[in-house]
Every structure is written in C-alpha cells, then in structure tokens.
C-alpha cells in the first residue's frame, strides 16, 4: 500500500522560512515525478513545484526565486524548502508522487503552512 508521509508545516511570520518533507513508502515501481500542490480555502489545488525523474524542477511563477524543490539520491523523499514566505502563501499544502503506472499521483494527507502578516 502506497503512503505518502509529509511534515513540516507549521506558522511562521512573513519573511521567514519552512521545509516541508515528504516521504513515500510502498512504491514499487519507477517514479515519475513528486511534487507539492497546495489549495487555499475557497480555492482550487494548484501545483506549486514539481520534479522529474531526470532533476528537471518546475515551479509556479508566484514561488520562483523564494521556493526550492529536491529529491535528493532517489530515496522516495522530497522536498520543499520555502523563503521569503508571504501571507499569500497560506495554504495546505500536498505531496503528490506520480508513477509509470498511476499518471495521476498518489496523495499525501496534507500540512498546513500558515504565514502571518
């Protein structure tokens, strides 16, 4: 059974920094890419920064430059480390793991990252 294990929200004070973690066990096949996703009450999920099996990151425009992805040696583990973080940033945040055979990721439960003013 697939579990995906995230940690590392928390609040933190605008300007300041968070690292969320994810680690995913029960995977057995290759791995596509992981990512976090993060949906604001009232809003709709949305992809804040991913990485493929190759290293290439993506990452949303509003994150670029504050917001950094890794998965470091392939150990079913990602990361997202947060700077500068604003209000706006507020969110749950989701670990998702997409696979050679789910194309539409596995989910974690989520962890909320509130930034205050």
């Known amino acids: 059974q697939v579990q995906l294990v995230e940690s590392g929200g928390g609040l933190v004070q605008a300007g300041g920094s968070l690292r969320l973690s994810c680690k995913a066990s029960?995977?057995?096949?290759?791995?596509?890419?992981m990512g976090w996703y993060r949906q604001a009450p009232g809003k709709q999920r949305d992809l804040v920064a991913a990485?493929?099996?190759?290293?290439?990151?993506h990452y949303a425009d509003s994150v670029k430059g504050r917001f950094t992805i890794s998965s470091p040696n392939a150990k079913n583990t990602v990361y997202l480390q947060m700077n500068s973080l604003k209000p706006e940033d507020t969110a749950v945040y989701y670990c998702?793991?997409?696979?050679?055979?789910?194309?539409?990721?596995?989910w974690g439960q989520g962890t909320q990252v509130t930034v205050s003013s």
């Open positions: 990485i493929t099996s190759d290293g290439t990151a």
């Open positions: 029960g995977i057995i096949v290759s791995i596509n890419a």
């Open positions: 998702n793991v997409v696979t050679s055979r789910n194309k539409v990721g596995y």
